[in-house]
């Protein structure tokens, strides 16, 4: 997530140099090749967590519902439906590709302009999915401390302190 946030801070940048005071590119192609390099990076930055972000969310939601109700933000519900919602449309986008390169044709292959557009046009869908969790990601890591800060109901409740005579006083 952190190398989402980067790759959108460096788009951010690029676009507020290349871009007029009403967001219109100074170079449409340029803007066009950069925009996809941005989709691709996102795209592969998100991969190490793709296969573990549905865990990631049902342990943030049984961590929300087992805080107590002044212990937690408001908008952490908010933000894992948007990375839930984001997720489901990930998941859809992504078999959406495998269709689309299992239709291309046996000689279709990476490097070629017909594979690469595809492969652009599925980045290009997925980023704003990609970008959701770049943003709202961050709630699972604040939901997760305020989780390990809050005492677990299955936490043993610590024996008051014993004091013992010894043997020399009364």
Do not use: C, N
């Given at each position: 997530m952190r190398?989402?946030?980067?790759?959108?801070?460096a788009?951010?940048?690029?676009?507020d140099?290349?871009t007029?005071?009403?967001g219109?590119?100074?170079?449409?192609?340029?803007h066009?090749?950069?925009?996809?390099?941005?989709?691709?990076?996102t795209?592969?930055?998100?991969?190490p967590?793709?296969?573990?972000?549905?865990?990631?969310l049902?342990t943030?939601?049984?961590?929300?519902s087992?805080?107590?109700?002044n212990?937690?933000?408001?908008?952490?519900?908010?933000?894992?439906?948007?990375l839930?919602?984001?997720?489901?449309?990930?998941?859809?986008?992504?078999?959406?590709?495998?269709?689309?390169?299992?239709?291309?044709?046996?000689?279709?292959?990476?490097?070629?302009a017909?594979?690469?557009?595809?492969?652009?046009?599925?980045?290009?869908?997925s980023?704003?999915?990609l970008?959701?969790?770049?943003?709202?990601?961050k709630?699972?890591r604040?939901?997760n401390?305020?989780a390990r800060?809050?005492?677990?109901?299955?936490?043993?409740?610590p024996?008051?302190a014993?004091?013992?005579?010894s043997?020399?006083?009364?």
């Open positions: 190398d989402s946030k980067k790759i959108l801070d788009w951010d940048a690029y676009s140099e290349h007029d005071l009403d219109w590119p100074h170079d449409d192609h340029a066009g090749m950069r925009a996809s390099q941005r989709d691709a990076d795209v592969e930055a998100f991969e967590l793709r296969y573990g972000a549905r865990h990631l049902a943030a939601e049984t961590q929300l087992q805080l107590a109700e212990t937690g933000q408001r908008r952490w519900v908010y933000q894992l439906g948007v839930r919602d984001a997720l489901d449309r990930l998941d859809e986008l992504h078999e959406q590709w495998l269709t689309t390169r299992d239709a291309l044709p046996i000689t279709t292959e990476p490097g070629t017909e594979f690469d557009d595809a492969l652009a046009e599925h980045h290009a869908e980023w704003s999915h970008d959701d969790w770049a943003t709202h990601g709630a699972l604040e939901i401390s305020a800060r809050a005492r677990s109901p299955l936490a043993p409740v024996a008051p014993r004091f013992h005579r043997a020399g006083r009364k």
